[in-house]
């Protein structure tokens, strides 16, 4: 019998179903705040567990949800502010990088074409929510076919809510397709960018678990400690004695109850306002005569003074930035990366630490560009062009390669106009030998057309003044060579 999430082994052949299957991504509570889909799945995806499973059992109190990974726990983390720059890091240089088409010799022009038509155009799309994987473990895209003349064409890449989206499997482990909302979709129909799977977990592992734990949950706990303390600064507390019961006003005639009117007193004083409290002056006799004086006689307003813990927050401080530093160590950055100089080290730091970063923003984006090469890409291969197509698991003729993040081509150039600025020799050395209109094309550097004249300029007077030291040098007369006595 097949579990829940596991089916039958689908058709390779199949031919996708044009249109959009499934329904609006919209679920309760998934609205302006961003926690899309806290009911269901309040489970943790990395840990095995498969979102739909909680749909039909109990749901868990919110609270809850924090203490394990859960979607909506992701979605609260990625708006802590260390984290959501740490994310910025990591993922813009993806989103605002490129992709370039790679093809073999003896590629189809027309498979290239249709690569560019139906994957490069909707590539902020697919990086842009595809990067999502990072720290929701996993991200889900239904594949929208149309077909055009005959063509089938991909009309757009819908991104699908992890939470009410299942990844579906055959007995073999293979991906299956999907299950949003009770649509099924073939994988031909279907798209999954995963991020840190392991053998037999489909859905991935979120990068926020290596500092959930360690690093966020503590923080908060931290910063409430801390709101504590700013509204007891100096633990100067002040209190009431009273006597039990109550006194009839002599004035109004009003029942007046001693702890009430206490409490009147201390909540002017914490705000800031007068507090009275009355009280009488009287003899011995007066007691004798009205016994219910000597309560009166009770009431006093005074005040402890339990320290001043404002010397705590120092400390306080210190923890808060020590978990910062955790959350950024647990995204697979130095701290050194967003905190330039913060307390020790030079820029120069800064910016080797970033480097670091960089070839991991590479892989991320290598296996956004395999999700794509092995998805849509071949199945489009296969369905149009005949041949073009690669075998299952290997990418075909035609596929994208994610442009370098780093450019060192642009590096060299930058480095070269760096010392051409600093260095009029090296700048006439460097405009003799080299193309200098083409690296700055090359840096994409913007340019005033007038710079670039008066460079052309110089460069042709420079030719100008070889071309007539050379014709000089022609008409000057051979040296007249002496024969020997």
Request: aromatic share 6%; hydrophobic share 40%; glycine share 8%.
């Amino acid at each position: 019998m097949l579990s829940f999430n596991e089916i039958a082994a689908p058709n390779p052949n199949q031919r996708p179903r044009l249109g959009q299957r499934t329904r609006s991504q919209r679920t309760l509570m998934g609205g302006v705040g961003g926690l899309g889909g806290v009911f269901p799945a309040m489970q943790s995806p990395a840990a095995g567990c498969d979102p739909a499973t909680v749909a039909s059992g109990s749901l868990w109190p919110y609270w809850m949800s924090l203490m394990c990974g859960t979607y909506p726990t992701y979605r609260m983390m990625r708006g802590h502010p260390t984290i959501a720059l740490a994310l910025s890091i990591i993922l813009s240089p993806i989103i605002a990088s490129a992709w370039e088409v790679d093809a073999d010799e003896d590629a189809d022009q027309r498979a290239i074409d249709w690569v560019y038509d139906n994957i490069i155009v909707h590539r902020q799309c697919i990086v842009r929510h595809g990067a999502r994987a990072v720290w929701l473990s996993n991200q889900p895209f239904e594949i929208v076919w149309g077909m055009d003349g005959g063509v089938y064409t991909i009309e757009k890449f819908k991104p699908l809510l992890n939470d009410i989206t299942q990844i579906l499997e055959d007995k073999k482990g293979n991906f299956g397709g999907l299950r949003n909302n009770g649509e099924e979709l073939h994988p031909n129909n279907a798209m999954l960018i995963v991020h840190d799977d392991a053998p037999g977990e489909p859905y991935g592992r979120s990068r926020l678990e290596n500092c959930r734990d360690s690093a966020w949950l503590p923080w908060l706990n931290t910063a409430r400690r801390s709101d504590i303390l700013d509204q007891r600064v100096s633990d100067i507390l002040p209190y009431a004695v009273v006597p039990p019961g109550s006194f009839e006003d002599e004035v109004t005639g009003d029942v007046v109850n001693y702890a009430e009117e206490a409490l009147k007193a201390l909540s002017a004083l914490r705000d800031g306002d007068y507090a009275v409290l009355q009280s009488l002056g009287f003899s011995a006799d007066d007691i004798n005569q009205r016994p219910e004086l000597a309560k009166i006689s009770q009431v006093t307003l005074d005040t402890i003074d339990f320290g001043n813990r404002g010397a705590s927050q120092a400390s306080i401080l210190d923890k808060l930035a020590y978990y910062d530093k955790l959350c950024f160590r647990g995204l697979l950055r130095s701290e050194r990366t967003g905190m330039e100089a913060d307390t020790a080290g030079s820029r120069a730091d800064s910016e080797q630490h970033t480097a670091t970063g960089v070839n991991d923003s590479e892989l991320i984006d290598d296996d956004i560009a395999a999700a794509v090469n092995l998805g849509p890409i071949n199945t489009g291969l296969r369905l149009n062009f005949p041949g073009q197509a690669g075998a299952p698991g290997k990418p075909g003729k035609v596929r994208i390669k994610p442009a370098p993040l780093v450019d060192t081509k642009r590096k060299v150039y930058a480095d070269l106009m760096k010392q051409m600025m600093g260095d009029s020799t090296v700048a006439r050395a460097v405009a003799d030998t080299l193309d200098v209109d083409r690296m700055l094309a090359e840096m994409d550097l913007p340019t005033l057309a007038l710079f670039v004249d008066k460079i052309a300029d110089a460069r042709a007077e420079q030719q100008q003044q070889k071309q007539a030291e050379l014709d000089a040098k022609a008409k000057q007369p051979a040296p007249v060579v002496k024969a020997n006595a």
